[in-house]
């Protein structure tokens, strides 16, 4: 048993976003707005910091630390929005941005009765929450850990994996975000806010000097809302000398692990194309979950509002309740709460409280991923917190949250699931993908996979895909695993929105038994 972790450091937001002219700069931009006439208004402030570092080989091979900081102020005026932002920190230039968003949404309602009158902007009603702050859950934030240690630890596991047998070139990335947001509205509340998230990677490649055809394999740790002891892992300690053991990913096992699985990949099989049945890891199904349901069940996206951008959805509104989205088994939720995730946060972008609620109940369509707008249009009650902007200079839009399917309880483990398969594929880790512009027909590959004969692992195979639409993958779900198995994936990189915007969201899920399933063979349908 590793020791009990010590108990964690109190978690606060950054002095330097605090000392900023944060409640000075909102008063001025909220105060002149109701001189304009607004019904409503909100301020945001934001302090963005990411960084990355990139190795090659064990060697430095690029690197980058930039911070945006900005505010923006967002208007509701004769039912029209309006937005408008700025980089000047001053409160003349917050009155002025003001006057701009106001300006904004005189013209926007202009268009808009010309037009015939398209649906008004209202607004959901929200508790207001008084001067609250949130921190998200992590033990050391990683910009305080120096530049140096963290390229070091790169470059150590790099050595370790060129080191081994069939590993020709190795690549380490690891991204960090320190993300802070002020929020204020005319009716009251006001919140502050601080979330930590990093994603840490490594790919081996195996080069055949010959042929020059080639194979790779990646970590599949994922992203997560955690700090540098994600990486520390089950050994080392923070600044201040507290033990960071079973903090974190176990890095050790998988970088053992990692030289051959990729050596096992080289000499695999190309999979026979055919009907399989798939037990799916979590580091694979998280992705599943992400395209078909994540994307799917934004109700922007499922009234026809996201369609000049990666399309709208098959779940459409008049569904609700009745859609039968796949098997009695399957009970997924939408949550902004869980602890480390990459969506989670204590108060979205339009002042609303983080919650968690079912999509799916039992197989059905029981629920949409909301902002206040999407809440109101449909009379669906309180937004559920899922409004939210990736930058001082974006209006916030309807994002997704974590969205999970849940394990089952006392249900299996991941072999447990094999037990009754004569036929079929392990799949683990993800790789490519492609799904259509409602969400419905899509394709998945993976880091790899393993066969299945009765029951029993058999090797490795290669050059698979497993194919389905929505409905009718989600319906062959026939055994979900048991909390032991569940994970929490993600990424850092869901896009969305014009101008373009960009989201970490995590989704968490145990293992699961999927049958008879479509398994393609890309070499095959590559005409190679």
């Not at 899509?442 to 692992?457: D, M, P």
């Amino acid at each position: 048993m590793p020791p009990t972790p010590s108990a964690p450091p109190a978690r606060s937001v950054d002095p330097l976003f605090l000392a900023l002219p944060l409640r000075p700069l909102a008063a001025a931009a909220l105060d002149r707005a109701r001189q304009l006439g607004v019904s409503h208004a909100d301020f945001r402030l934001e302090r963005v910091r990411s960084a990355a570092w990139r190795l090659r080989d064990a060697r430095p091979a690029g690197g980058s630390d930039e911070v945006q900081l900005g505010f923006a102020v967002r208007v509701v005026l004769d039912g029209a929005w309006g937005f408008a932002a700025g980089v000047e920190l001053t409160e003349a230039a917050a009155a002025r941005v003001a006057e701009q968003a106001v300006a904004v949404a005189r013209l926007s309602a202009t268009v808009s009765r010309a037009a015939g009158g398209a649906d008004l902007v209202e607004l959901a009603a929200e508790p207001v929450h008084d001067d609250v702050s949130w921190v998200s859950a992590y033990r050391v934030n990683p910009f305080e850990v120096p530049d140096a240690e963290k390229t070091a630890l790169l470059a150590d596991w790099s050595s370790r994996l060129l080191a081994a047998d069939g590993v020709s070139h190795v690549t380490a990335s690891l991204l960090t975000v320190q993300e802070n947001k002020f929020y204020a509205d005319t009716a009251g509340t006001v919140t502050t806010q601080q979330r930590i998230r990093l994603h840490p990677w490594l790919e081996a490649v195996s080069v055949d000097e010959r042929t020059g055809t080639f194979e790779s394999m990646r970590t599949v740790a994922p992203p997560a809302g955690r700090g540098w002891e994600y990486l520390a892992g089950v050994r080392g300690s923070s600044p201040d000398g507290q033990s960071l053991e079973g903090e974190g990913w176990d890095w050790q096992q998988e970088l053992a692990r990692l030289p051959e699985h990729l050596a096992e990949k080289v000499k695999a099989p190309s999979v026979e194309a055919g009907r399989y049945d798939l037990v799916i890891d979590p580091t694979n199904l998280w992705l599943t979950i992400h395209e078909s349901i994540g994307h799917a069940t934004e109700l922007d996206r499922a009234l026809g509002y996201e369609a000049a951008y990666a399309g709208t959805s098959f779940a459409t509104f008049d569904q609700l309740g009745t859609l039968k989205y796949g098997s009695e088994l399957m009970h997924v939720t939408g949550d902004r709460t869980a602890e480390h995730g990459l969506a989670t946060t204590g108060y979205d972008d339009e002042g609303v409280a983080t919650q968690s609620w079912d999509l799916i109940t039992g197989g059905i369509l029981t629920g949409y991923q909301l902002d206040r707008r999407m809440a109101r249009l449909k009379d669906l009650g309180r937004s559920n917190g899922c409004a939210f902007a990736d930058s001082p200079a974006h209006v916030p839009v309807q994002r997704m949250a974590n969205v999970s399917l849940q394990p089952v309880a006392g249900g299996p483990d991941t072999e447990g699931l094999f037990a009754g398969v004569e036929k079929g594929l392990y799949i683990v880790g993800d790789r490519s993908w492609s799904i259509d512009m409602q969400r419905y027909n899509f394709q998945f590959t993976g880091q790899r996979a393993y066969a299945i004969k009765n029951g029993r692992l058999a090797g490795q195979v290669k050059d698979f895909a497993y194919q389905a639409t929505t409905t009718d993958f989600w319906g062959s779900m026939a055994a979900v695993g048991g909390p032991q198995t569940y994970l929490l994936g993600g990424a850092f990189n869901c896009g969305k929105a014009q101008p373009g915007q960009v989201a970490a969201v995590s989704h968490g899920c145990p293992s699961a038994l999927f049958t008879q399933v479509n398994v393609l063979n890309t070499q095959q349908e590559a005409g190679r």
